[in-house]
Each structure stands twice: as structure tokens, then as C-alpha cells.
């Protein structure tokens, strides 16, 4: 289901670019023969179902991966940017018993206990010649429900879990995309986010390859490197997390020429700051349009368009997907009241691997998906996210969400960004703390940081504590880890 749009994209523009990266680029024909070949690899090296690719953002990830699918089997993409010990783990979970990945991965590789087979050492050229020769066989009949990637989390939330995407999870949310957006083969991709995420798997691979529209990988974010990208490429899509865009604004050389290409910047993954988008929009001319979404759905739950988006709000659902609150005794809250958001639809993912507790944890027998973050949605369907449900912080029994009072502290003008999280206090229960990073050249106090939140919040939600840092620990993605803020307490 997902290898067949790729074949249909090659006989309808075979000669146009469809992948391309700092050191090659592949027509659609060429990049159906690189799939075909690793085709051939996968089922030469392994006769398990789970396929493990180790591999940067790069043409050969996507041949990897539709190869992997041609063969019928499931990828699992492996997160390059964990610790040995933390990758070992997942590929013992996996059930892997082969990874295709590059000799700069050696080291990290070598943790694990399987196969490892190296690109560089397959005679790749040699066997896209002979691919002209051979039989391509049509893509393998699969069920609908069957499992297309093993996806792992990033561990935001603890212990990383396989998310099951299955062929309809990912066809349907591809399908929506598209729809939603408005896009079209015409439009340029940067693929800037890592392709071990569920975010730049759907949105800068399997829906560029739908629409047969060109796509160009930076294995690694680079500010400067993007820009000039952006630039080069002509680039009409970029989808990064919020502190990348922040990022992006400390490039001083950056003008707003450089993005005058760009039709749609779209923000996932994390809250993005008001100061950041505003500084764009104000800098460069560029409109940052907020997503939401999650491995467990494919990923995209809701996105802004340039003709629907609200301030302060993730945009409203993609076609087929419903998101609604609900309070903790499970009754549907109405309009922008706050509660836990659950999201249902095609896209919803079929569970966690080996883990029916945890599933059932999370997936309700009308097929909702809890998402454990707290939110509301209003009359029209625009979606605000308040904070994670676990990390709201209780007061004296009043509810705190954390996403208030990191908004009022990045309204500061010297404030970059901002996260809050709970400390026990014996008098309240909690009390909120606040790390924060400032711009860079800006000065500012503890003192000064608590006064500018306490005239935006009520009291008992301004931090007990600001504390000021260079940097706040960050997940793979770059996105800010909570739970180990607390070890910084």
C-alpha cells in the first residue's frame, strides 16, 4: 500500500528529480531501482519480518525503506542519536536480527548483537545497471492492518515503546496531508528532520513520493546550512520543531530573501513560542503555521493552513481524524473546556509492540487514542494544547499548566524559551519551577522574570524559582526533556 504510490509517481514523472541529498540526487525511475536493489538486500540478509535501518536522512534511507516494504517487511528505523546501551535495547526489543546502516554509524552500531550490513560495502551502482535486466516483481499483497513500520519513541514520556503503524495508519494520514494542505507535485521539500521520526518519515517521504514531488535531505540541522538551502533549492516546505525556528532567527546574515520561496513553514513537535513566531513573520516575511500530532497517530492529528489558523492554537483536525476533551471520569467535555485530549481515526496506531498493557493503557474499545496532553478545542475545531497531563502541576488543589506560564515568561524580550515543571512543596503539594534560556546578548534577572510573570498570571501559578541556564536538556529531535529538568533541581 505504501511501496504502489512510489511506482505509480515514477511512471508519471520518471525523469524528475525525487530525492536528493548534499552528495547525490535520484530521479523517480532511479530511486524505484534503489528500492528494487534493496529489495533484493533485505531478503538476501534476513528472513524475519523486522528490518532495522540505521541510516541519516539520505536518498539511500528512502531506497532502504521502500526496498524494505517491497519485500514485505517492516521497517524499523533505528534513532541514530541514542546512547549504545539505549540502542542495544531497542534492538533486542525489535526482534531484528539484521541492520542496514553506514560505516560512520560503526561504533554505535557495534553495541548490538546482530548482523550489520554496511552501504558503503554493497555494490550498489553495479546493481542498479543490472536492475534494467532483471524481473521487478509488483509489490508484495499486504492487509491493511498490517504493520509497515515499528516506529520507537523518543522516550519523552519514559521508557521508549514500538509504536505499530500499520499500511491504513500511514496511507490515511498521506492521504489527509495532502488533502488538508492543499498540496501538489509541483511543491520543493526540505527534509530536515531526522528520518527515524514519525513526523519526517510521513511528511518528507511518504507524501513527496505520493504526489511525485521533490524532496532534498540534510542528514544534520545546520542554521546556516538551511537557510542557504532554503535559498538554493527553492524550497516550498519546510517542516521543523519550534526550536528550530528559533534557531533559524539567530543567524545574523538571514534575510528575508532567502526564504521568499517558501509557500508553508510548518512548526511540530513541540509549543512554539509567540515571540518566535512573531519575530519571523516581523524578520523574514514568513508565516509559522503550528501542527500537532504524535508517533501513536501517524503523526498528524490537526494543521494550520494560511486560510485556517487562530493564534495560539495547533489548527484544526485533518480530514477523517476527530480529537475531542474528555475529563478524567471519560465524559466528553464541550467547547474550550479543558481536558485530555483523545484523537480517533484511521491513523490511530494499532498498539504497542509486546505491550497489551500499556495499549489498552492508552486505547479505548471505541478506538480513541489518549494523548495524554491537556488541552481544549473550540467551536470551530481549532485545537490549544495547555501542557501534558502528567506534568500539570496541582497548587493548593488548583490545576497549573505549564504551557501558561512558559507562554507569559517568553513574552519577556529577553526569554528564548521557557519550561515548567512541578516541585513538591509541604504547604501547596507543587509549586512550579521555571528553567529558562535567554536571546542571545540579553540580560535579565530572577527577580525581574517572576515580577513580568506575576502581572500575566494569577499567583500561585508565577514560579517559586526562575532558573536561568545556557541550555535545557533536549530529546533527538531537540525538543526539551522535562523529566530530566528535574534533576536539575
Same mark, same amino acid.
Not at 491493511?144 to 500511514?170: E, F
Not at 537557510?227 to 528550530?244: D, F, G, H, L
Given at each position: 500500500m505504501l511501496v504502489e504510490p512510489l511506482l505509480e509517481s515514477a511512471k508519471r514523472r520518471g525523469n524528475e528529480v525525487a530525492v536528493a541529498d548534499p552528495t547525490r540526487s535520484l530521479t523517480y525511475k532511479e530511486l524505484v531501482r534503489l528500492a528494487d536493489v534493496m529489495r533484493r538486500q533485505v531478503i538476501r540478509a534476513t528472513r524475519r519480518q523486522n528490518v532495522g535501518i540505521l541510516l541519516p536522512s539520505t536518498t539511500v534511507f528512502a531506497g532502504t525503506f521502500f526496498g524494505t516494504l517491497w519485500a514485505g517487511r517492516t521497517v524499523v528505523p533505528l534513532n541514530f542519536l541514542l546512547q549504545p546501551k539505549e540502542l542495544a535495547q531497542v534492538v533486542e526489543d525489535a526482534d531484528i536480527d539484521v541492520i542496514f546502516t553506514i560505516r560512520h554509524f560503526e561504533e554505535l552500531a557495534s553495541a548490538t548483537k546482530v548482523r550489520k550490513i554496511y552501504i558503503e560495502d554493497l555494490p550498489l551502482k553495479r546493481e542498479m545497471l543490472l536492475s534494467y535486466l532483471r524481473f521487478r516483481p509488483a509489490p508484495?499483497?499486504?492487509?491493511?492492518?498490517?504493520?509497515?513500520?515499528? *516506529?520507537?519513541?523518543?522516550? #519523552? =514520556?519514559? #521508557?521508549?515503546?514500538?509504536? /505499530?503503524? #500499520?499500511?491504513?495508519? /500511514?496511507?490515511?494520514?498521506v492521504d489527509a496531508c495532502i488533502e488538508a494542505a492543499k498540496l501538489t507535485g509541483e511543491h520543493h521539500f526540505l527534509g530536515v528532520l531526522p528520518l527515524f521520526h514519525s513526523f519526517g518519515i510521513t511528511t518528507m517521504m511518504l507524501v513527496p513520493s505520493k504526489l511525485g514531488a521533490r524532496v532534498y535531505? /540534510?542528514?544534520?540541522?545546520?542554521?546556516? $546550512?538551511?537557510?542557504?538551502?532554503?535559498? %538554493?533549492?527553492?524550497?516550498?516546505?519546510?517542516?521543523?520543531?519550534?526550536?528550530?525556528?528559533?534557531?533559524?532567527?539567530?543567524?545574523?546574515?538571514?534575510?528575508? %530573501?532567502?526564504?521568499?520561496? *517558501?509557500?508553508? +513553514?510548518? =512548526?511540530?513537535?513541540? +509549543? $512554539?513560542?509567540?515571540?518566535?513566531? %512573531?519575530?519571523?513573520? %516581523?524578520?523574514?516575511?514568513?508565516e509559522i503555521l503550528q501542527g500537532y500530532g504524535m508517533s501513536e497517530a501517524a503523526p498528524v492529528v490537526s494543521l494550520s493552513m494560511p486560510w485556517a489558523q487562530r493564534p495560539g492554537k495547533v489548527g484544526q483536525p485533518i480530514p477523517g481524524v476527530t480529537i475531542c476533551a474528555f475529563d478524567d471520569n471519560g465524559v466528553e467535555l464541550g467547547a474550550n473546556e479543558i481536558g485530555e485530549l483523545w484523537v480517533r481515526g484511521p491513523n490511530v496506531m494499532a498498539g504497542y509492540y509486546k505491550k497489551p498493557e500499556e495499549t489498552a493503557a492508552v486505547l479505548t474499545p471505541e478506538g480513541w487514542y489518549k494523548t495524554g496532553d491537556m488541552g481544549c478545542v473550540d467551536s470551530e475545531g481549532f485545537i490549544q494544547i495547555t501542557g501534558r497531563k502528567k506534568e500539570m502541576i496541582i497548587v493548593g488543589g488548583e490545576n497549573v499548566y505549564p504551557r501558561e506560564i512558559e507562554s507569559a515568561l517568553e513574552a519577556h524580550a529577553a526569554v528564548n524559551e521557557a519550561a515548567v515543571i512541578g516541585q513538591p512543596d509541604p504547604s501547596r503539594g507543587e509549586t512550579p519551577v521555571a528553567f529558562v534560556t535567554l536571546l542571545e546578548g540579553a540580560e535579565t534577572t530572577e527577580t525581574e522574570l517572576r515580577e513580568f510573570c506575576r502581572e500575566r498570571v494569577a499567583g500561585y501559578k508565577v514560579p517559586r524559582r526562575v532558573i536561568i541556564s545556557n541550555d535545557l536538556p533536549r530529546g533527538p529531535t531537540g525538543k526539551i526533556l522535562k523529566r530530566e529538568l528535574n534533576k536539575l533541581l
Open positions: 508484495p499483497t499486504v492487509n491493511s492492518n498490517d504493520t509497515a513500520v515499528l *516506529l520507537y519513541t523518543s522516550g #519523552t =514520556s519514559g #521508557t521508549p515503546k514500538g509504536v /505499530l503503524q #500499520t499500511h491504513r495508519n /500511514l496511507k490515511s494520514n535531505y /540534510l542528514p544534520k540541522f545546520n542554521p546556516n $546550512l538551511v537557510i542557504r538551502t532554503i535559498r %538554493e533549492q527553492k524550497s516550498t516546505i519546510v517542516m521543523i520543531i519550534a526550536s528550530m525556528y528559533t534557531a533559524l532567527l539567530r543567524s545574523k546574515s538571514a534575510k528575508a %530573501e532567502d526564504f521568499a520561496s *517558501l509557500k508553508y +513553514a510548518i =512548526s511540530g513537535g513541540e +509549543a $512554539l513560542s509567540p515571540v518566535t513566531s %512573531e519575530a519571523f513573520r %516581523e524578520r523574514f516575511n514568513v
